[in-house]
């Protein structure tokens, strides 16, 4: 296909190279130290005086973390993808820019996306793009799936602590891809001239990233892909869902295997984005911390079961009036340990 890279990526031309360090860093995972929960930026900050009392109802937005898998996901289907509920936030602008920066048509109506990818004429999108978010890297999947090959900046995003990204680019390689870094890119191409081949992979860890990526990217891979210790995350399912609407064959979603059968390419369909679950509880938190009562709408009570859990511990009083309200009341004080961002995002993003 036409290309807008700067390199030639014919297979016979590329020398395999191994990865820099840094990328293929081992997984670890280390305690909650100082050194984590003290990371200095030059961000501004957000200071809050009280006591405050907060009331009133919160709707709850599309969640950003559906919305951006998904809207990658448009670059495996062939027509018109509708994405309702998704949320207006720089990061789903900036996916869309980067969809946009590929030769896709993207359409905004308040919170729809209209997205067909049948003009993209680039496997390279804006690297300034890329480098804003971390979601924006989820392309590299579809990209090599669809196309044979993926020229994408590493991403950005990343003010809370380095992330990387070698469980997406070790599972590409196990679906056939050959992967270099070049300036700052990843370059990725499909080992035998044509397009991903199945496989099996194991994550080391349950990164949610890494499995919607190498999802998308076994959606269109030929034969059948199995990968193990796979993220679990309401996001995932709602990835696979959308992928299965769109004529893949994507079981296991919501396990820790999922195991995929390779098309030749999906076609557009709708979809509706859940409900935030990260916003839902941050709403929740602010509630229990200023000992006030609030409601929120919609959401997914399975999704936030840790934390209710927990909130109910503390003395909160959370009742759903509705099938997707959630009033919260504070009792008594309550004391949360004080933990890093991710650490803090996991007390709802894992069951
Ligand atoms: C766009 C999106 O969905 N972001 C969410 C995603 O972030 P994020 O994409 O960082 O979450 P992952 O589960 O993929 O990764 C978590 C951590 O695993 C490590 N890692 C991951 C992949 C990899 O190839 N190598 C590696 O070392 C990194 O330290 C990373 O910080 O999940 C987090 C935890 O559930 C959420 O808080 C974020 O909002
Ligand atoms: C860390 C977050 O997301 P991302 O991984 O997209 O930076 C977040 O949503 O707080």
Do not use: W
């Not at 807008?4 to 297979?11: A, E, H, W």
């Not at 950003?64 to 998704?86: F, Q």
């Not at 998308?216 to 210790?229: F, H, I």
């Not at 919609?298 to 997707?324: D, N």
């Amino acid at each position: 296909m036409a290309s807008c890279s700067t390199f030639n990526l014919s297979p016979s031309s590329k020398p395999t190279k191994p990865l820099p360090h840094y990328l293929l860093k081992p997984l670890i995972h280390e305690p909650e130290t100082e050194t984590r929960t003290q990371i200095q930026t030059p961000y501004p900050k957000l200071i809050v005086t009280g006591p405050s009392k907060l009331s009133g109802r919160v709707p709850i937005s599309g969640s950003k973390n559906s919305a951006l898998p998904i809207l990658a996901a448009t670059l495996c289907c062939s027509g018109t993808s509708k994405i309702h509920n998704v949320p207006n936030l720089f990061d789903t602008r900036t996916m869309a820019s980067v969809l946009a920066s590929l030769g896709a048509k993207v359409e905004v109506f308040n919170n729809e996306m209209l997205v067909n990818t049948d003009g993209v004429d680039s496997v390279e999108p804006n690297s300034d793009e890329i480098r804003k978010i971390r979601g924006g890297f989820f392309v590299i999947g579809p990209l090599v799936a669809r196309f044979g090959e993926a020229v994408v900046a590493l991403p950005g995003g990343c003010n809370i602590g380095t992330r990387p990204v070698d469980l997406y680019i070790r599972g590409l390689q196990a679906l056939g891809a050959v992967v270099e870094l070049r300036d700052g890119k990843v370059q990725a191409y499909a080992a035998n001239g044509r397009g991903l081949v199945g496989g099996s992979f194991q994550l080391d860890y349950a990164s949610v990233g890494a499995t919607e990526t190498l999802m998308m990217a076994a959606c269109m891979a030929d034969g059948m892909t199995v990968l193990s210790n796979v993220a679990r995350e309401p996001e995932v399912v709602d990835l696979a869902r959308f992928l299965n609407d769109s004529g893949a064959c994507v079981e296991g979603a919501g396990s820790n295997q999922l195991v995929i059968k390779g098309k030749p390419l999906l076609h557009g369909s709708e979809c509706v984005i859940a409900a935030d679950r990260i916003e839902a509880g941050t709403f929740m938190l602010a509630a229990a911390i200023t000992r006030s009562c609030i409601s929120i709408s919609p959401v997914i009570p399975c999704q936030m079961s840790c934390l209710i859990h927990k909130l109910s511990a503390a003395g909160c009083k959370i009742r759903f009036q509705q099938f997707l309200d959630v009033g919260v009341k504070i009792c008594k004080a309550l004391r949360l340990r004080q933990a890093h961002i991710l650490g803090f995002l996991q007390i709802f993003n894992r069951k």
